[in-house]
């Protein structure tokens, strides 16, 4: 399973554009990159997910070079109800044949400020 | 259509004593999964089922047990709690569409062990 590595905490303020960057070093040809977010006593949602290149939703845009390595989420005017942790996922597809096992991580906290 | 539900949604329980937290999706999906979130902390995959009747450990399974009887139920069991054990406990299911792979959350069980 490829780990991901990310920051642990950042700071914006409101109006601002974020972009949370994610390392997975060995992520494997089948890999998908996928975003989650998670406010206080909730369970994580969804963002986005990709993978190669760019990817786009009403939400987020994900970012992802050539080589896969890593992956940048970035949100775009971030409001205080963007203040959350979000979690970078590496791992196959369902249904592929391969691993079902998904692991987070840390996640990263962003703070949104007036 | 509920999506993932689960209960209780709040347990107290002395230590020692054992109980059964019970995850049910309506989304026909094939993969289920149970992690823990201490305060502070990101999710841990305790157990994750890929279908009906086959269940895997995850990265902190010791201390538990889970059953996948149904396809739309996952079961997690604590035999003997201790107070390692306090903490919200989540529940996801996995389906996949045309373009993304997501996973589903429940609300999550906050487990108190004294």
């Known amino acids: 399973l490829a780990k991901t590595t990310q920051p642990i905490s950042m700071d914006s303020y409101e109006g601002q554009e974020v972009n949370i960057t994610c390392s997975h070093n060995?992520?494997?040809?089948?890999?998908?990159i996928t975003w989650y977010q998670q406010f206080p006593s909730q369970g994580p949602r969804f963002i986005i997910q990709?993978?190669?290149t760019k990817v786009t939703n009403e939400v987020a845009s994900l970012f992802i070079p050539a080589d896969r390595k890593s992956s940048t989420l970035s949100l775009p005017r971030v409001s205080l109800s963007d203040t959350a942790v979000y979690y970078c996922?590496?791992?196959?597809?369902?249904?592929?044949?391969?691993?079902?096992?998904?692991?987070f991580g840390a996640g990263t906290r962003l703070a949104v400020h007036p | 259509n509920a999506g993932v539900t689960q209960t209780p949604k709040f347990q107290v329980l002395k230590t020692g004593q054992s109980m059964t937290l019970q995850c049910a999706q309506d989304?026909?999906?094939?993969?289920m999964y149970w992690y823990r979130q201490d305060p502070g902390m990101g999710l841990r995959l305790i157990y994750y089922?890929?279908?009906?009747?086959?269940?895997d450990k995850g990265e902190v399974p010791d201390g538990y047990n889970v059953s996948r009887l149904k396809k739309q139920n996952f079961l997690l069991g604590l035999e003997s709690a201790a107070p390692s054990q306090t903490s919200v406990y989540f529940c996801?299911?996995?389906?996949?569409?045309?373009?993304?792979?997501?996973?589903?959350f429940g609300p999550g069980t906050r487990l108190t062990v004294l």
């Open positions: 996801a299911s996995r389906g996949t569409s045309l373009s993304t792979d997501t996973q589903y």
């Open positions: 060995n992520i494997a040809t089948n890999d998908y």
């Open positions: 990709g993978y190669k």
């Open positions: 996922l590496v791992g196959e597809r369902s249904g592929s044949g391969g691993y079902n096992k998904l692991i």
């Open positions: 989304m026909n999906h094939n993969s």
């Open positions: 089922s890929a279908s009906e009747g086959t269940t």
